[in-house]
Structure formats: C-alpha cells, structure tokens
Nanobody, 129 residues
C-alpha cells in the first residue's frame, strides 16, 4: 500500500518561505507515478497546486502559484518537495500530497483530485500578515 507522509508546514509571515516534504513508500519505484500537491482552505473545496511526473520531471502549476512555488523530487529518498516562496495570506490552507500510478499526464487529468487514490494526512500552512 502506498503511503504518503507530509511535513514542513507551519506559521510564516507574508513574503516568507516554507518547504513542504512528502515521503512516499510502499512501492519499489515511483517512476510511473504522478505526484501532486493540493490544498484546502477553510470553507473551500480542495484545489490543485502543483504536479510532477516522477519520470522526466514534467510539471504543472496552478496560475496563482506560478513563479512562487516549485515542485521537485529526490529519487533516492522517494520524496517530493514543494518549495513555497513569496507566501501570501491566501496561501493559508492544509496542504496535501497525492499520488496516482497512471502515467497519463494530461493537464486536465492531473488537476483533478478524483484521479488520485493515494493521499497524505495533510500539513497546515498559515501565512500571517
């Protein structure tokens, strides 16, 4: 069973940075996987943030984080990261790591939470003014 464990959330002032980590386990290799980050703010639906195709490193970002957030991976540690710079109050949310094994990396697919069978427990990110 695939397990995803997030870490790195916390409280940060607007303009600051955080790096989230998602440690993946349960498979010998994640080379066929798409790894993504979603977030959910209070009273709002879960929304897509960023995705990475493990093999090749192709990425997608939602428009609101382009140029500020960067998704990356460490093959040896089977860990995915989300580097978040220039944080804004509207980035406040619980951030979730998600994984899917289907190699289809079409943008409309990877942006849909329903396409991911594996989820982490979430990590809280709070940005203060």
């Amino acid at each position: 069973q695939v397990q995803l464990v997030e870490s790195g959330g916390g409280l940060v002032q607007a303009g600051g940075s955080l790096r989230l980590s998602c440690a993946a386990s349960g498979r010998r290799t994640f080379s066929s996987y798409t790894m993504s980050w979603f977030r959910q703010a209070p009273g709002k639906e879960r929304e897509f943030v960023a995705a990475m195709r493990w093999s090749g490193g192709s990425t997608y970002y939602t428009d609101s984080v382009k140029g500020r957030f960067f998704i990356s991976r460490d093959n040896a540690k089977t860990t995915v990261y989300l580097q978040m710079n220039g944080l804004k109050q509207e980035d406040t949310a619980v951030y979730y790591c998600a994984a899917r094994s289907n190699p289809n990396f079409d943008g409309s697919v990877v942006r849909s939470a329903n396409q991911y069978p594996y989820w982490g427990q979430g990590t809280q990110v709070t940005v203060s003014s």
